[in-house]
């Protein structure tokens, strides 16, 4: 059965630090895979997709990155954090059929 | 691009009746409407979908319904219980290519005992 894992669950960090957030599925091959992020309480906004390895897509001008090094591997980056970037990044992924299946989400809080 | 407008933003209704949530789109070229559960601190789960040519699918408790002409569809909850509470999440793509969905701004369904 395919899984999707993201990690970390929670992460606290300064304004101006560096971030790395990853993501593996497991149990598919060439999923299309995206990073969500959800400010409090509000919806989910598109940041990044991919439909193959090295392939990156990007939805909105900020500060982050995104980066597909391996076929079920996405990883989300930025150089320096900002307050904004505060909020529940999720990971999703889409293989043959037409429906997401989300990981569990990190919720990020930049001090 | 495509837009998908929301409502309510909230909704608090006795266990045991119906809860409806609404939705509107923008994009015709849109044809996948998928309706999402998040509970408190976790990722959205699918708990039902339509594509558009289907009018209404309905699984036990929980039916969607399309129309095509006005670009809105409408998810009904049956009989609702205290573990129907949660954000619900509506949204609308195109299913080709990279099939990006646009979400919108989410229902706070409560079910009060």
């Known amino acids: 059965s395919q899984t999707i894992h993201q990690w970390p669950a929670t992460l606290v960090q300064p304004v101006g630090s560096p971030l790395s957030l990853e993501c593996t599925v497991e149990?598919?091959?060439?999923?299309?895979l995206y990073w969500y992020r959800q400010a409090a309480g509000r919806g989910l906004q598109l940041l990044f997709y991919s439909v193959g390895i090295g392939q990156i897509s990007s939805e909105v001008p900020q500060n982050l990155s995104a980066s597909r090094p391996q076929d079920r591997q996405f990883i989300l980056s930025s150089k320096k954090l900002l307050l904004s970037d505060s909020g529940f990044y999720l990971c999703?992924?889409?293989?043959?059929?037409?429906?997401?299946?989300f990981g569990s989400g990190t919720r990020l809080t930049v001090v | 691009g495509e837009n998908v407008e929301q409502h309510p933003s909230t909704l608090s209704v006795q266990e045991g009746d119906s809860a409806v949530i609404k939705c509107t789109y923008s994009d015709s070229a849109s044809n996948y409407f998928p309706w999402y559960k998040q509970e408190l601190g976790k990722g959205p789960q699918l708990i039902i979908d339509i594509r558009s040519n289907v009018g209404e699918k309905k699984d036990q408790r929980i039916a969607v319904t399309l129309n095509k002409t006005a670009k809105h569809f409408s998810l009904h909850i049956t009989e609702t219980q205290p573990e129907d509470s949660a954000v619900y999440f509506c949204a609308a793509s195109i299913i080709q290519g990279a099939q990006k969905l646009v979400f919108g701004q989410g229902t706070r369904l409560t079910i009060n005992p």
């Open positions: 149990g598919t091959s060439n999923p299309n």
């Open positions: 999703a992924w889409r293989g043959s059929y037409y429906g997401y299946t």
